[in-house]
């Protein structure tokens, strides 16, 4: 082949693209010896953390790991951009919660994606805080609907699960308790721009008073700059910043400010699937590889 020109900005943006994309074909994602949970938080909105839940998770079924995607986002983004009803008269997250229906019954397949099963989020789980108050062992539904779910997949002779991913509500209500009860992980998205570490110390806390109380195994395993505009001098000290102070966690892929990412939800779709050679698409793919590597 050629070599490039990389004369210009344009061929040089395009010619380093072209090499991470050959970097990432010969790239063969392990399989975790046992089902990773990881639940996907921050207080802070608009951070990308629905964003962050579907493309990864998109990214690693496209490369064949069986994925679920658990929406308790009661305005069920999640469920929308993979594609899944979720309506009103949809059995949802919503009915496993309050209602302890199976988890089972309540997972939907992602049309474009063959391995990403999703549990989807309705309107009624606006109302499930407050339901969820009353109720015994509140904190561990989701927890034990998992579990039941994973004995459920073994016993009909499905695969195991490789990753289960829990997209969170931007508040610490009784939602996003059960996520973080029932994940071993938490996944957190920061945005390189000025407010980016505002509220974490607070979530940090957060985590910590689960791990105290309710979720001995819960770690902070891995956090993922968003939102990066390499024009400004700002997003690069923001993503220095959070390097410095979280240096085994942070993922060296890193997602940009891309309107493909922004379009793809309106197509009922992931950016891996909406636009798979875009540059926000090559992103989230080398972010889950990474996730993926780092075991």
Do not use: W
């Amino acid at each position: 082949m050629d070599t490039m020109d990389e004369s210009t900005p344009l061929a040089s943006q395009l010619a380093h693209e072209t090499r991470r994309r050959e970097r990432l074909s010969h790239r063969q994602l392990p399989k975790p010896p046992h089902t990773r949970y990881l639940t996907i938080s921050n207080q802070k909105g608009g951070v990308g953390k629905t964003t962050t839940t579907v493309n990864v998770a998109a990214a690693l079924a496209a490369a064949g790991l069986n994925v679920l995607v658990v929406d308790i986002d009661p305005q069920g983004n999640a469920s929308t951009a993979l594609g899944v009803e979720h309506h009103a008269d949809v059995d949802s997250i919503y009915d496993v919660l309050i209602n302890d229906m199976p988890l089972a019954d309540v997972v939907a397949p992602c049309p474009d994606l063959e391995h990403l099963v999703v549990a989807p989020a309705t309107i009624h789980l606006a109302g499930a805080e407050i339901e969820l108050v009353s109720m015994v062992a509140r904190e561990q539904r989701l927890r034990r609907a998992l579990d039941q779910y994973a004995k459920h997949r073994e016993s009909t002779g499905l695969p195991r699960l490789d990753y289960v991913f829990i997209d969170c509500p931007p508040s610490l209500g009784l939602l996003t308790v059960n996520a973080f009860v029932a994940a071993r992980e938490v996944l957190i998205p920061i945005q390189c721009e000025y407010y980016a570490l505002e509220g974490l110390s607070q979530l940090l806390k957060n985590i910590e008073m689960i791990q105290k109380h309710l979720n001995s195994d819960l770690v902070v395993s891995t956090i993922l700059l968003t939102m990066y505009d390499g024009r400004t001098n700002l997003a690069a000290q923001v993503a220095a910043e959070v390097r410095e102070h979280f240096p085994n966690q942070v993922l060296q892929a890193i997602i940009p400010r891309s309107v493909r990412i922004s379009e793809a939800p309106s197509y009922q779709q992931t950016v891996i699937t909406y636009d798979p050679n875009s540059t926000g698409a090559l992103s989230y793919l080398e972010a889950a590889a990474e996730l993926a590597e780092r075991g």
